[in-house]
């Protein structure tokens, strides 16, 4: 049987391909459960550092499966809730909180949970030909994987609005300047793109970058006290460690990694 999501690493780097090209990548309840077990297996493998998530054919994901979340509703809001909502949300969650650099390499339409991913992950590069939606409102319902509360949040109440009420296309130039993605690339550049962008996270500290993640997720919705406090305690558990000492004298010693010019 096909696999619904492709599994390689490449060196440090786990590549999580999504595989349903024929339905665009549809998030059936399958592929959800198999990348949920995909990044469950990653995250307790000390040799993967960070995930790139793509998806294979002219499709990242046209978000969820339709005629199966339609079964799903044919047996009433309990077992939808259970079977489509909390599934999705669960996957995003687990996306956003991932203590590993994930990064989005978006090569084509995402729609509905396509975009709500594209929300989660910590990262995300796209090619000048991705379009993105939120075409939940055409079905009659919101989004049910996050997009009401991560998008606001992540671009404004008012530009949220726009896209989450009119179901309408928004180009990848758009995603961009909203702050949705990283940085935009042609087709040919997009992998080599991200596992670029991999390579220059992984020249410093797992331990250290998890706690930025950390930090970040947890501190961005609460006040700035408590954000503070929250950055405090991730640098309380790093300050202690022998990794810490040993980045210290590499530092003063003058065997620090070297930074990049971002363009």
């Known amino acids: 049987m096909t696999k619904t999501v492709i599994y390689e690493q490449k060196g440090g780097v786990a590549l999580l391909t999504l595989n349903r090209p024929k339905k665009l990548n ?16 990653i995250e307790d493998d000390a040799n993967i550092r960070a995930v790139i998530l793509t998806g294979n054919g002219r499709a990242f994901s046209a978000g969820g499966d339709i005629p199966e979340f339609a079964q799903s509703i044919e047996q009433g809001v309990d077992v939808a809730l259970k079977q489509f909502c909390r599934r999705g949300q ?4 687990y996306l956003e909180n991932f203590p590993k650099p994930i990064i989005a390499a978006v090569n084509g339409l995402a729609f509905g949970g396509g975009c709500e991913i594209t929300e989660a992950v910590h990262l995300a590069i796209a ?31 008012k530009r949220a609005l726009e ?16 702050g949705l993605i990283n940085k935009i690339v042609s087709q040919q550049e997009l992998l080599p793109a991200a596992f670029e962008m ?29 954000g503070l406090q929250i950055e405090a305690e991730q640098f309380a558990r790093m300050a202690a460690t022998d990794e810490v000492n040993h980045r210290l004298s590499a ?3 003058g065997a620090a990694p070297e930074s990049q010019l971002i363009i």
């Open 127 to 157: 090619t000048e030909q991705a379009i993105f939606a939120k075409p939940e409102i055409n079905i009659g319902i919101p989004p049910t994987f996050g997009g009401t509360q991560r998008l606001p949040r992540l671009v404004g109440r």
């Open 198 to 226: 991999a390579a220059r996270i992984l020249r410093h500290s797992s331990l250290t970058s998890a706690r930025i993640i950390a930090a970040v997720t947890r501190g961005i919705n609460t006040t700035i006290d408590e």
């Open 26 to 41: 549809a998030l059936n309840y399958q592929t959800i459960d198999r990348l949920m077990l995909l990044l469950n297996q």
């Open 251 to 253: 530092w003063l010693d």
């Open 90 to 93: 669960n996957l995003t969650k």
């Open 163 to 178: 896209l989450l009420l009119t179901g309408d296309y928004f180009s990848a130039r758009r995603t961009y300047e909203m």
